[in-house]
């Protein structure tokens, strides 16, 4: 089983329409999550942490669920430039009592005038 | 601040020839890192440090080396290149703690092709 795992997509979706993506993770001693933006062809930007009660930034709400281990991400009202692949990142403790960043593959997103 | 800057953007090497990626950062961050990302991939960390003088190996450092003399640079040597060494590169780095200590500023990349 993958550390990190998430549906490539791509979801295709009309603009102004609501998205969720999820990922799993397989280990339970994770203790950060995040979410990344990536561009086609650009580094991963910071789209937002997530946080143990959930978060909203503006349209993108994030949850965890650290009892099934998945985090997920909703986008409600679609814009063209929402287009992206959308990076799970989580920051397992390792057993040498360091931090490291599993990334997922991405998930595809296309939102369609 | 110019956050992390990497050069070449691009490069081209033929089989068997070394080269250097350069990694700078003035944040001022502990930690650096360096991902691959083939396509259709997730990122695969290369090596990592958590300070000047300290290194230490991600999952596939095998071709690479990496040396971390101050806390601003961040230098991936590519020694014998094979083209199993096509992809990205991404530089990253991340402050050692207080507020936003564990997210990750990456580098724009650079994308090596080995013939």
């Known amino acids: 089983r993958k550390e990190v795992e998430q549906d490539p997509g791509p979801f295709n979706v009309p603009e102004g329409a609501t998205v969720a993506f999820n990922c799993t993770y397989s280990n339970s001693a994770s203790q950060s999550f995040f979410w990344y933006r990536q561009d086609c062809r650009k580094e991963p930007k910071l789209l937002m942490s997530?946080?143990?009660s959930g978060n909203e930034d503006g349209r993108f709400t994030a949850q965890l669920n650290r009892a099934s281990q998945y985090i997920s991400l909703l986008i409600r009202d679609s814009k063209l430039s929402d287009s992206a692949t959308y990076l799970c990142?989580?920051?397992?403790?390792?057993?040498?009592?360091?931090?490291?960043?599993?990334f997922g593959t991405g998930t595809r997103l296309k939102v369609l005038a | 601040n110019a956050g992390v800057t990497q050069t070449p953007k691009f490069r081209i090497l033929k089989i068997g020839q070394s080269m250097t990626l350069q990694c700078a950062q003035d944040m001022n961050h502990n930690y650096m890192y360096w991902y691959r990302q083939d396509p259709g991939m997730g990122l695969k960390l290369i090596y990592y440090?958590?300070?000047?003088?300290?290194?230490d190996k991600g999952e596939v450092p095998n071709g690479y080396n990496v040396s971390r003399s101050t806390t601003e640079y961040f230098p991936l040597r590519l020694e014998l290149a094979a083209p199993s060494q096509t992809s990205v590169y991404f530089c990253?780095?991340?402050?050692?703690?207080?507020?936003?200590?564990?997210?990750?500023?990456f580098g724009a990349g650079s994308r090596l092709t080995v013939l």
């Open positions: 997530v946080y143990s």
């Open positions: 990142v989580v920051n397992p403790l390792t057993t040498s009592g360091t931090y490291k960043y599993i």
């Open positions: 990253a780095s991340r402050k050692g703690g207080g507020t936003g200590a564990n997210v990750l500023t």
């Open positions: 440090s958590v300070g000047a003088g300290i290194t």
